[in-house]
């Protein structure tokens, strides 16, 4: 029915809702690549539905997360490479939950921008799709909000949710004792922290996104936009294969702050630094900021990403079945009862 007028729109105001329809068809096929058992709706509703017993459970705890890129969007934004935060969004949040002892069920994003670049919109959630197909996660739904006057023009910002599942009695960590060995999982880069400090640092060293990477071939922009590493699948059949006690996702807080977090009262932990080596990309961040060996370990991963806490008599056999995944599992150090974390060797 009509009245004959042919006033303002919501599109005169900034919002494009056809944009955003086109979007919703753009990702459908992405999402439908994450579908996986338990999955009962997913995109087009006004919620997602997901059976837990179809799912394999009988008698489930449900872990949730929640997580987003950082400032790292800004690298993404101003080189135009958008394909690979999405991967970076997924494995914020599933890498937090298997440290629970949870596997990741489902995720749900948000994308909210000035005004909606189909293109750039699809790209990025088609990098989500990508991270659940790789942590065995669904993505069965999300949110995309085009807000003109809240962002500058090509700017946007990422929300990433996702909820996991274990059976009761099965959360981590448990029984971390004196003498658990830890274990280091190889980190594929920066990942998604620290990046503002990152940013400063090579605003220092004068360098563009586009220049030559002074650590490996490529460009500066696409080496500091490696994706976060997915250690979902490694982990959980670590887990399953017994012997872990407790993992630690190395994230803000470097290793100085994460490992405590799954220590219990009165123990810490020796890291014997000289067990790997640091990555070309710490190497040069320490050197152009003149950044110091605690400084360096308590902002960035340097080159250890996720870490395990392992009874030792089953340090071989967690170490093996890391490997049947592609992890090479170094073996950093060890629970101690002192209180303290504390280090042996040189970073630097």
């Known amino acids: ?48 539905l997901f059976d837990l017993k179809d799912a394999g459970y009988s008698d489930p705890i449900l872990v949730a997360a929640t997580d987003g890129v950082g400032t790292k969007l800004r690298i993404a934004i101003d080189t135009g490479y958008m394909d690979t935060v999405g991967i970076d969004l997924v494995a ?26 189909t293109e750039s919109a699809a790209r990025v959630i088609e990098g989500i799709a990508q991270g659940c197909v790789d942590s065995g996660c669904a993505l069965i739904g999300g949110e995309t909000a085009e807000m003109p006057g809240m962002y500058e023009a090509g700017d946007f910002d990422l929300a990433g949710f996702s909820v996991g599942a274990m059976e009761r009695g099965t959360d981590l960590p448990v029984n971390v004792s004196e003498g658990d060995v830890l274990l280091g999982l190889a980190s594929n880069g920066v990942h998604s922290n620290g990046y503002s400090l990152v940013r400063k640092l090579v605003e220092i060293s004068g360098l563009g996104w586009d220049d030559d990477c002074p650590w490996e071939e490529g460009t500066l922009g696409a080496s500091l936009l490696k994706p976060t590493k997915l250690y979902v699948k ?16 190395i994230t803000g807080g470097g290793l ?16 014997y630094l000289d067990t790997w080596t640091l990555p070309g990309v710490f190497q040069w961040l320490a050197e152009t900021g003149g950044m ?7 902002t960035f991963n340097c080159g250890i990403g996720m870490i395990l806490v392992v009874a030792a008599d089953q340090v071989a056999s967690v170490q093996e079945t890391l490997a049947e995944s592609g992890e090479i599992a170094v073996v950093l150090g060890n629970v101690t009862a002192d209180g303290n974390m504390s280090y042996k060797g040189k970073l630097l």
Do not use: W
């Not at 110091?292 to 308590?298: G, I, P, T």
């Open 292 to 298: 110091s060996e605690a400084e360096m370990l308590k």
């Open 234 to 249: 490694a982990a959980l059949s670590a887990v399953r294969n017994g012997g872990v006690h407790g993992l630690a996702h």
């Open 92 to 117: 914020m949040c599933v890498n937090d939950l298997v440290c629970q002892g949870a596997e990741p069920l489902f995720f749900l994003d948000y994308f909210a921008t000035g005004k909606l670049d």
């Open 256 to 271: 100085t702050e994460n490992l405590p977090r799954v220590l219990p009262e009165g123990l810490g932990a020796q890291i």
């Open 1 to 48: 029915m009509s009245d004959g007028k042919n006033g303002i729109t919501y599109a005169d105001a900034g919002v494009d809702i056809d944009a955003g329809n086109s979007l919703v068809e753009r990702i459908k096929p992405a999402a439908k690549r994450t579908n996986r058992s338990g999955v009962m709706a997913g995109l087009g509703g006004f919620g997602a």
